[in-house]
């Protein structure tokens, strides 16, 4: 188990010491700041919040397979604020899949389902109470208030 603040890691499993390094993990973590998971993968995004996780990791260290699902909470992205953001993730020769994503976003939801595969984006996203555009108030609706 690692430490991390408030928050752990439960790691379960082998790593095999000769080539090819089989793997067969389970990783439990708990109460973790995201930002310190993109920090320790050695990652910089503009991702905050706090996050459970459960992943599975088999394969060899030269090719694992990723699966797992999470729950982040009272976070941002980019500066845009969220309540909760939940789903499955796996990965697997390079390709990411998100399934049964669900974000909830203060006014509203998004469902995100999809595939990314080096630059390229696929995904499903139906975004309910969500308003993409952001304009400055007018001056108009400024005396309103």
Same mark, same amino acid.
């Given at each position: ?35 310190? +998971?993109?920090?320790?993968? %050695?990652?910089? #995004?503009?991702?905050? *919040? ?7 990791? &088999? !394969? ?35 390709? +990411?899949?998100?399934?049964? %994503?669900?974000? #909830?976003?203060?006014? *509203? ?7 990314? &595969? !080096? ?27």
């Amino acid at each position: 188990m690692w430490k991390n603040g408030e928050g752990s890691h439960h790691v379960k499993g082998t790593v095999g010491l000769e080539t090819p390094h089989e793997l067969n993990l389970r990783i439990e973590s708990e109460k973790i700041r995201i930002e310190s +998971i993109l920090k320790m993968a %050695g990652m910089s #995004y503009p991702v905050t *919040g706090w996050v459970e996780n459960t992943v599975n990791v &088999i !394969g060899t260290s030269e090719k694992p397979s990723v699966s797992g699902d999470f729950l982040a909470w009272d976070g941002s992205v980019a500066g845009q604020l969220f309540q909760s953001v939940s789903g499955k993730y796996s990965y697997d020769d390079g390709k +990411i899949t998100i399934q049964d %994503g669900l974000a #909830y976003i203060y006014d *509203g939801t998004a469902l995100i389902n999809g595939s990314i &595969i !080096g630059d390229t984006l696929n995904m499903d996203v139906t975004l309910t109470d969500i308003c993409l555009l952001y304009t400055s108030p007018s001056p108009r609706d400024m005396r309103r208030s």
